[in-house]
């Protein structure tokens, strides 16, 4: 009775338990690497050094005083689990940001870091 | 040929069994009678075995139902429950914040780079924010699509993303004019999802 009883139990765990596991990862650039913006000096850098050094920037927004410049990177990392009847999906995704703000005549005044993307992780949703 | 199992209590043990479990209409039997099994026909099951069959012929349909069942529904009964996150956590250090008197680069020291940088009337605007998703989905539906347009399917679902936002205003000298601060995602996903507001 009991051996059937644990048989029973086994096969609903393993006919549940039956289905898949993704793990995705989605890298939007390479990382930003805080060593690159050492050379990078609020009221002596301009514009033109900041994107000799950086590139291309993400976003150009005009603000009252100057220009901002956004350089921004992303990482993605999804998790889902589908199983017979259910299924979790989780994703998450964490950026590396730089903002430059310039004044008018393009000298660099202030900058903000936000490294994140290495934060992003796998789980579920809850 | 068929070969006859025969089961051959002893007089004894046939004796101890009536005696632990008699029944209505059971006669007292002689030890030394014999028994059924001490002659080589073919036996008659009593209602009992057939009760002890029906109950292991029930426990195996039972455990083949919970074996099957599963395999059976699946597609047709689904929960689904998906999670998103973007963006790093937001605080808002009021202490640390005063409107009239903190600047850009303080506050870009303290909290780090924007989310969103904007131009405003009176200013530029820095924005921190990051989005919480939930989603919890059920579906009912038997999968005919292939072979018949009218299939069956229900399904149920709740969505809520909540965000968590600092605005940040400054004037055009770069000084700290304004703030605001809205922290959603402590809000209860069934509350946020059954309220009417």
């Known amino acids: ?126 | 040929m068929n070969k006859v199992v025969v089961f051959r209590p002893t007089a004894e043990r046939r004796h101890s069994i009536r005696e632990a479990f008699p029944r209505a209409g059971d006669q007292e039997v002689a030890p030394d009678a014999p028994c059924l099994g001490d002659h080589p026909v073919s036996r008659v099951p009593s209602l009992r075995e057939h009760d002890r069959v029906f109950q292991h012929l029930a426990r195996l349909i039972a455990t083949l139902a919970l074996f099957l069942i599963p395999l059976l529904l699946s597609g047709c009964i689904t929960y689904q429950l998906l999670g998103g996150v973007e963006g790093g956590e937001v605080s808002y250090p009021s202490d640390r914040l005063v409107v009239g008197k903190t600047t850009l680069g303080e506050v870009l020291v303290l909290l780090g780079a924007p989310d969103t940088v904007g131009r405003v009337d009176e200013g530029d605007l820095l924005i921190y924010q990051r989005a919480v998703l939930k989603r919890n989905q059920l579906s009912l539906g038997i999968p005919l699509a292939d072979i018949w347009s009218l299939g069956i399917d229900l399904s149920a679902y709740g969505a809520l993303v909540r965000y968590d936002r600092l605005v940040l205003l400054f004037t055009p000298e770069g000084i700290l004019s304004g703030a605001a601060f809205e922290k959603s995602s402590d809000h209860p996903y069934w509350k946020a999802m059954t309220s009417n507001s």
């Open chain 1, 1 to 126: 009775m009991k051996s059937a009883l644990s048989l029973g139990i086994s096969l609903l765990v393993l006919v549940l338990c039956t289905g898949c596991v993704v793990l995705g990862k989605n890298t939007e650039y390479q990382p930003l690497d805080p060593t690159l913006l050492e050379p990078l000096v609020p009221g002596q850098s301009r514009a033109a050094d900041v994107s000799k050094v950086l590139g291309a920037p993400s976003q150009v927004v005009e603000l009252s005083n100057g220009n901002a410049y956004i350089y921004r990177r992303s990482v993605t990392k999804g998790t889902g689990v589908w199983l017979v009847l259910v299924s979790f999906v989780n994703g998450e995704e964490q950026h590396d940001r730089v903002v430059f703000f310039f004044d008018k005549n393009d000298l660099l005044t202030h900058y903000g870091v936000s490294l994140n993307a290495g934060k992003a992780s796998y789980g579920f949703p809850f």
